[in-house]
């Protein structure tokens, strides 16, 4: 038997560079057993953008046990917190009589504070339960201002863990150095930087460049950068009033139809849609 709640906002829920997408509080016995493609599927039904960028796998009770597509296995112990992709999920599934967690689905614009792909031990309070019932409660109504405030309480819960996490210490140069990175981004949204200049921005090899970006944002290096970029697109549509031809020339895109067909890609609906004359 699963006993489980998803609370779907009904519009975008974002605030601070984040969105949170869904909320579920599982509690399941041992037959427990979801396919990835099964949950990206129950989510995309309830929620645009449903079954995508990343998840935060907070267990607090039992345990449980995720598998990546690279046939990568993370167990899910009492008080453990996973960020991964949705992307690289595959499975999960209980380990034992029982796996009580709660699943954050959620998208953020920059690192996340949790090093992705890597489970990380973060003691539980009871605290934890209150903030998580709150975010609930919130998300319940329709009250943009309160989705809005579920989404701040999620990023104030996940700071929370990151100040308990007991190797928290451990930050690398590695991860500095992709903050750098990130930052030159940032700065540069109306070029196209390469893979070899950001690694050797970084001073790794692009191998290790790459492996690294992944595991401190979740993304790799290309789409990590043409989420930024199309993010400044659609904030020049809505805001600055431009057409879909100023805004792919101000960012670099070989023809304002890679742009839009990029841009359909990401948001699921042409850019033209945001401004009131195009030429595109």
């Known amino acids: 038997m699963v006993h489980e709640s998803c609370l779907v906002p009904a519009i975008p829920t974002s605030i601070g560079g984040m969105a949170l997408r869904c909320v579920w509080s599982v509690d399941a016995d041992r037959t427990y057993d979801v396919s990835a493609g099964f949950a990206r599927e129950t989510s ?5 953008k449903g079954g995508t960028g990343l998840i935060a796998c907070r267990t607090v009770g039992g ?10 296995a993370f167990d899910a112990r009492e008080g453990t917190l996973l960020v991964i992709p949705f992307d690289r999920l595959a499975r999960y599934h209980a380990a034992g009589e029982r796996w009580h967690f709660w699943w954050f689905e959620f998208d953020i614009v920059g690192p996340t504070p949790i090093p992705c792909g890597r489970t990380v031990i973060v003691p539980i309070e009871s605290s934890d339960k209150k903030t998580l019932d709150r975010i609930l409660a919130n998300l319940r109504l329709a009250d943009p201002a309160r989705q809005m405030l579920a989404c701040s309480l999620f990023q104030t819960l996940l700071f929370e863990w990151v100040a308990r996490r007991t190797d928290r210490s451990e930050a690398t140069r590695d991860q500095d150095r992709i903050q750098r990175v990130i930052a030159h981004m940032y700065d540069h949204l109306e070029s196209s930087l390469t893979i070899g200049e950001m690694a050797r921005m970084a001073h790794l090899s692009e191998p290790h ?3 690294v970006f992944r595991e401190v944002t979740g993304y790799s290096p290309k789409k990590f950068y043409d989420r930024l970029r199309l993010a400044w697109a659609e904030h020049m549509l809505r805001t600055e009033r431009k057409n879909v031809s100023e805004v792919s020339r101000a960012l670099g895109f070989c023809t304002p139809f890679h742009f839009s067909r990029v841009f359909r890609q990401y948001f699921g609906f042409p850019p033209s849609r945001l401004c009131a004359s195009d030429e595109a």
């Open 63 to 72: 345990a449980g046990r995720l598998y990546t597509i690279e046939d990568q």
């Open 44 to 48: 995309a039904s309830l929620r645009p």
């Open 209 to 211: 460049f790459r492996r």
